[in-house]
Each structure stands twice: as structure tokens, then as C-alpha cells.
């Protein structure tokens, strides 16, 4: 018996107890089922309690599959803490549907309104700045300056580096090269004789030189550097061509604030008002170096103060032009609570950490490790006068990530929603029939979370050259020309790779058609959405075309085996077009990409499947396969915003060592003209024409260039009992909780 066949019987009984419970008392039966596990026959026990009508407080039970790690926000990012966070909080802001909406506020600050505004500011040297690629930097004029071998200078990449001399290392004491270690002179290199690796000398520009074919390489010695003054962009400048280099004195540059007003009367479930020094509080945290925070927004910003009681004005430094900068506040915390503690102390503080203090429905109970979290309704809750939240008692139960168990939970009346954290996709079909039956209420939704395949184009030297002869299965083992990019570097094989995977077919079969395929890094019904964007479908006739032109020859008249190498740039002839496709071990991925690696077999080329566990193959570089660039081609998911989210794909977001690997462009992908695109579009804001021009352009190269193949957007899929009402999943709303005030079922929904 399938397991598909086992819930349908548990529907048949349940039916039968519902039916029994209507004529008189209500029954409880346990009735045995078959089910084939690893190929035997077992017996499973299951249970079917009829729900029983009670005089007294309605309690509603969320039944959820995993259990956070904390509920202090500055402490965790995952989904199963967003969901029960959502019962304390109420905001402070919602999206939906690719707009936000204050919920905390009056209203968003806005241009048109006159509550945001840009000014022009004066700046001077050594202010900082957001300069024209929208990083902080420290105003600096461009000078000449005189370098000896432990100086900085401007190297022949353009950036800045220390410049060392040709000859033999400098041996530490284990015997290791000490490569630019301070003061160390051409005379000790020479002196440590020849032992070790060869020394090559920095390439730089000396004075007057402002191209790479004036570099010179450096002998040793003090020499004169150009020193390149900070690109800003000038006051009015809203693009990367009219950005100007800081030649010293005092520039004018664009400045950019917001004012929030918190809506009266707010106050924590304690009934201690909420004011913002709240807010204030909150951004002084997120500050904080011992906090594990995002410091993208608080590097960014000059001030954040406290107007009054309920008045607060975020300020940028000058340049940064933010285009959310209507969210630039922080959700409070309560300092009454928390005060005594130190950012580092929080992290782990169980008043912090369990005993959650907030302003929305509901108000924390207590928290059973491993099974559930209570709360009951918030007196002081600011929607309290509306009669919500309609429950007053909540639990959120952990039933662990079995969707089956799911299901079962709420035919027997167990719980009243399973949310998307079960990974309910799996038994979509069964959802289908159940859902057709009367029986459940399964609420089906692509969200902003969309699943990609990553090219590898400049893989880790270790990756790059190891001996692809040695490790078959692996195709980044080769390089183009020798400038360390791997194979996928030629677009053609790119554009060939993404005609070779089936994607309508994992869509129609992993996802029972209840999903779309991409062609971007955001979806369709985004209101940014470029109907420009190229579209590359399943055509295994045109991606040979490709492969042939490229040098991928089919030698034996037979498409499922792999082609073969033929005058391939940097590859050696008689190469099969053979390379590893890896991802985690999520079991929607695992049947995704076993549909397209057969798919693949249609072009000649063989995919050769990896999983690892998550923790693994997310794991920080160098040692990830993932973020450690050492794959071929990799699948995960980004979860994007409201905003296009182009900036993944920068070439500064590559990880590597320098960043600590915690760039974003696993691919390594580098595109001038999609840089200078995507920071004009994120240094635009919305509403002017730069900002919509050019992130419809970055869309454009991205959808052509093809750093990654968009697959399809991940369902968000979530089940409720049938008489369920104000349920609602929104496609940018990560959490289907936002609105679990107005949760009701039953005679409730009538009212």
C-alpha cells in the first residue's frame, strides 16, 4: 500500500468518525493501517479523535515542522521563528503583493509627502561617504605619493595592494614563505636564498600611469604611485556616468532622510507605553559589533534620533540614495526589559531568548522544548477594540518536518494549520484529492523564493587545477586560457546548458503544476518584470546547435551519451562534456534535478548528481562546496524582496577569502556593463526614471549572460482545516502568519 493509499483509507475512517460524532457522543478509534516501508510490510497505529465543542476559551493550534533556535530576532533569520514571532509582533511593517504597509506607523514616509527628503549637504575630506558603487568610503583626493615595498599602491587591476619585489621568500619559522611581511627589504628576500616557491613581483601603475599597459613591476625601492581620490557622485547625479573623482576642497553631495511617526497609544503586553526610544534602543543594537546583525544599513547611516515621544529621523550618509528608505527604522525592542543587558548578552539571555516581549496579539506563555509554545491573548493588543485576536489561546506544537504527519495531525483534528515549514510539496497530489473531498484546505502560492542552477565561472585555484583526468565527474578542472575561468566562461555553453534542463517538467511533476518557471531573480507578476527578458526553454535541437559551434561534437550519432571535445578552448579533445550538479538533500531538489539531469541526456550531456546534507553544502568557504567555489553547477534558492534583488550577481559579492567568503556571486560572475547597471538601479530611487530603467536593463544581460539558470519559484504551500477563514499567503510576505490575529473557523467565520 503507498503511502498516498494510506491517507486516503485514514480520510475513508475519519469520514466515518466525523458521521458517528454527529449521531451522538463522540468516538475515539484507532484503526491500523499497512504501509510499505524499505520494502517490507508494516503496521502503522493511527489514531482519529473527532474535535470535541467546548464551552469556553477557543484555543487555535498551528502545527509547524521545525522549532526555532530563538526567538530574538537580532539572534536568528529563520522561517519557524518569523512564524511565532509574528503572534508578538503585528509588523512594524507588512508586504504585500510587491508593496508595504505600515502597521505601527501613521503612514510611510514619503518624497511626495514632504516626511522624506534629499538635501544637499557639504562634504570635506575624510567624511564618509556612500561613493558611486555604493560602498562606504572615506572622501580622499587623488594624489601622488611616494611608496617604498611595504606601501600601498595602485596596482595594475586598478585597486590597492602592497607592493613586493621579485626573489626568493622570506621563511617563517616553520619554514613557510612570508609573503609581504612589513619591512621586509629585496636584500632579505635575496639573502634567504632560493629555498621555496619563486617570489613574483607586484604589477603597478607608477605616477602618470591610468591603464594596464603602463604597469610596471616592481624592483624594489621607493617609487611614485598614482593614488586614485574617492568617485562620488555629485549633487543631482543619480548614475554611474556622471559620478566625478574627489579632487579635494569642500563638494556638494545628496543627503537623504526619512521621519517615521509611531501610531499613539502603543503599548508593550506589559502595559509599559511604547515610545521610540524603543527604536532607539533597537538600532543601537543592531549597531553594535558584538551583535550578529546585518551592519549594511547602520554602516550607511549618519544619525537616527528620537524627534519626540513618537517621532524618530533616519538620516544616510551623504550619497547613499536608498531606495527602501521608507523602512529605514528598526522594529523596537523593549528597553525596560532588556536595558540591563549588553549585545553580546542577548544573544543567548533567556529573557531575550524565550520570554518575548512584544506589542502584537498574543502574549508568551511559556516554551516546552521540543513540543510547543503557548501564549494567550494580548488585553493591550492596539486592535484589542476590534475584538481581535479572535482566539484566546494560542500553540504553536512542533510535529517535526514530515508532511504526512501533517496531514494526519489535521484530519484527526490534532491541530488547525500546518504551516509551509513541513515541506508539504511532496504530497501536493494528495493535498489535491483531499482538498476535493472536503476534507482540508490547502492554500498553494509562489512567493519570492526561487530555486536557481550556478554556473561556476572562476572556481578556486585548488578547484581550478586539479587534474580533471584524475577526478572524473568534474568539469571546472579545466581552464579557458589560463585567466582562471573554467569552461562555463563561454556563454554559448551556458546558454546550452539551460535548453538541456527540463524545467516545465519539474514544475508539472515536482510541483503538480502548481508553480512557473523564471527566467530572472524576480517573477512575472513583478511590477519591475522586463517582458524583454530572454527566455531560454526546453530545445535540446537548438542547444546542440551551441554545443557543435562550440567544439562539443556528437561522435557516435547517439544523443545520451556525452559529447566529446573537439579544438574546445582550454579543454583537452577527447574531454567528455561531463561535470557534477550538486545541491542539498532536500527531497523536492533531489527529484528536480534528477528530472533535469535525464533531461540533459537528450543534448549529450552528462550531469553527474552530488547532495549534501544543508550544513554542509552551505557551509562558510573555503571549505563549502558552495560559498569555497569548488562545483560545477550548483542549485540552491534566494529568498528576494520587494526590490529587484540585481545586487546578488555583483562583482564585488564574490566570495573569497578577503570577504571572509560571504559574498553572495557564487559564480564568481563578472560583467562591467551589469555592474554599472545594478548599482545605478540601487542607488535610484523609486519613482525616478534611473531607478526603473535600470534594473529592467540589469534583468535584461542577467536573463542573456546567464550567471545561474532561474528554474522556478518555490511554492509556499500551507494547510488549514476546511472551515478555516482570514487565512491568506502573500507572495512577499515570507511568513503565512502576518495576520494570525484574524485567524478564525467555524460559527467565527459567519460573524
Known amino acids: ?132 558603487v555604493g560602498e562606504v568610503s572615506a572622501l580622499t583626493a587623488h594624489t601622488t605619493a611616494v611608496v617604498n615595498e611595504g606601501g ?60 594596464a599597459d603602463c604597469a610596471v613591476e616592481y624592483t624594489g625601492g621607493d617609487v611614485e604611485v598614482d593614488v586614485l581620490g574617492t568617485f562620488y557622485r555629485p549633487s543631482g547625479c543619480n548614475a554611474a556616468d556622471c559620478a566625478v573623482e574627489y579632487t579635494g576642497g569642500t563638494v556638494q553631495m545628496d543627503q537623504l532622510s526619512a521621519t517615521f511617526a509611531l501610531k499613539a497609544g502603543l503599548v508593550w503586553s506589559d502595559g509599559t507605553p511604547l515610545t521610540t526610544a524603543d527604536e532607539i534602543y533597537a538600532f543601537n543594537l543592531a549597531a553594535d559589533p558584538d551583535n550578529s546583525s546585518s551592519k549594511y544599513l547602520t554602516d550607511r547611516t549618519t544619525s537616527f534620533v528620537a524627534v519626540d515621544d513618537l517621532v524618530t529621523t533616519w538620516t544616510g550618509l551623504p550619497g547613499y540614495m536608498d531606495s527602501t528608505y521608507f523602512l529605514n527604522n528598526w522594529g523596537p525592542f523593549p528597553q525596560h526589559l532588556w536595558g540591563q543587558y549588553t549585545a553580546a548578552d542577548l544573544l543567548t539571555e533567556v529573557d531575550a531568548q524565550e520570554m518575548y516581549l512584544g506589542w502584537g496579539p498574543f502574549i508568551y506563555d511559556e516554551w516546552v522544548r521540543g513540543d510547543h509554545i503557548s501564549m494567550h491573548a494580548n488585553p493591550n493588543y492596539f486592535r484589542a477594540a476590534e475584538g481581535l485576536p479572535k482566539f ?45 473531498a472536503g476534507q482540508i484546505n490547502p492554500t498553494f502560492i509562489t512567493g519570492t523564493v526561487w530555486e536557481h542552477a550556478d554556473f561556476l565561472f572562476r572556481p578556486v585555484e585548488s578547484y581550478l587545477s586539479r587534474d580533471a583526468a584524475v577526478t572524473p565527474g568534474g568539469f571546472s578542472g579545466w581552464d579557458l586560457d589560463g585567466d582562471g575561468v573554467g569552461p562555463f566562461g563561454d556563454i554559448r555553453l551556458r546558454q546550452a546548458v539551460a535548453q538541456c534542463m527540463d524545467r516545465q517538467a519539474v514544475v508539472d511533476t515536482v510541483y503538480f503544476g502548481q508553480s ?74 533531489m ?59 555583483l562583482s564585488s559579492e564574490i566570495p573569497t577569502a578577503e570577504n571572509a567568503w ?27 526614471e534611473a531607478y526603473t530603467v535600470n534594473h529592467l536593463e540589469a534583468q535584461r544581460i542577467f536573463s542573456e549572460e546567464l550567471p545561474v539558470v532561474p528554474l522556478y519559484l518555490r511554492l509556499k504551500l500551507a494547510a488549514t482545516r476546511p472551515d478555516m477563514c482570514n487565512f491568506y499567503m502573500d507572495p512577499t510576505n515570507n511568513s503565512e502568519m502576518w495576520n494570525v490575529e484574524e485567524f478564525d473557523y467555524g460559527a467565527g467565520c459567519g460573524e
Open 662 to 688: 560571504a559574498g553572495q556571486n557564487n559564480p564568481a560572475y563578472i560583467n562591467e556593463e551589469y555592474d554599472v547597471v545594478c548599482r545605478a538601479a540601487i542607488q535610484a530611487l523609486p519613482g525616478q
Open 152 to 211: 600601498a599602491a595602485l596596482l595594475a587591476d586598478g585597486s590597492l595592494g602592497v607592493l613586493h619585489a621579485a626573489g626568493a621568500p622570506v621563511l617563517d619559522d616553520a619554514g613557510a614563505p612570508v609573503f609581504g611581511a612589513d619591512g621586509v627589504t629585496p636584500e632579505a628576500y635575496a639573502a634567504a636564498g632560493t629555498e621555496g616557491a619563486a617570489y613574483i613581483a607586484t604589477t603597478y601603475r607608477p605616477a602618470g600611469c591610468n591603464a
Open 591 to 649: 527529484a528536480a534535478t534528477q528530472i533535469m539531469a535525464e533531461s540533459a541526456l537528450a543534448c549529450g550531456i552528462q550531469m553527474d548528481l552530488g547532495y549534501f546534507p544543508a550544513g554542509e553544502w552551505f557551509a562558510d568557504g573555503p571549505d563549502g562546496p558552495l560559498y569555497g567555489r569548488h562545483y560545477d553547477l550548483g542549485q540552491f534558492a534566494w529568498l528576494t524582496g520587494v526590490d529587484p534583488a540585481c545586487n546578488l550577481y
Open 392 to 436: 484566546e489561546n494560542l500553540v504553536y506544537r512542533f510535529i517535526g518536518e514530515d508532511p504526512n504527519t501533517g496531514i494526519a495531525a489535521i484530519l484527526s483534528g490534532e491541530c488547525d494549520i500546518i504551516d509551509q515549514t513541513l515541506g508539504l510539496e511532496s504530497q501536493s497530489e494528495l493535498l489535491l484529492e483531499l482538498q476535493a
Open 516 to 589: 512557473i518557471t523564471i527566467d530572472t531573480y524576480i517573477p512575472p507578476e513583478h511590477p519591475l518584470f522586463n517582458p524583454e527578458n530572454v527566455s531560454w526553454p526546453y530545445d535540446p535541437a537548438a542547444a546542440g546547435l551551441l554545443l557543435d559551434e562550440i567544439g562539443w561534437l556528437d561522435d557516435d550519432g547517439v544523443p545520451e551519451t556525452p559529447r566529446v571535445a573537439s579544438g574546445v578552448l582550454g579543454v583537452p579533445d577527447g574531454t567528455l562534456l561531463e561535470f557534477r550538479y550538486e545541491t542539498t538533500t532536500a527531497a523536492a531538489r
Open 1 to 132: 500500500m503507498s503511502r498516498k493509499s494510506i491517507f486516503v483509507a485514514l480520510f475513508v475512517v475519519l469520514a466515518a468518525l466525523a458521521l458517528a460524532a454527529c449521531a451522538g457522543e463522540p468516538v475515539v478509534e484507532t484503526v491500523i493501517v499497512t504501509q510499505i516501508v524499505e520494502g517490507e510490510v508494516v503496521e502503522v497505529v493511527v489514531t482519529a479523535v473527532p474535535e470535541v465543542v467546548e464551552e469556553g476559551p477557543r484555543t487555535l493550534v498551528i502545527c509547524t515542522g521545525q522549532e526555532p533556535d530563538s526567538l530574538y530576532p537580532y539572534a536568528t533569520d529563520m522561517l519557524a521563528a518569523s512564524q511565532v514571532q509574528s503572534a508578538f509582533y503585528d509588523g512594524p511593517v507588512d508586504t504585500r503583493t510587491y508593496a508595504y504597509q505600515p502597521i505601527i506607523w501613521d503612514k510611510l514616509p514619503s518624497l511626495a509627502d514632504g516626511d522624506a527628503a534629499i538635501t544637499v549637504v557639504d562634504v570635506v575630506e575624510g567624511d564618509l561617504v556612500v561613493d558611486n
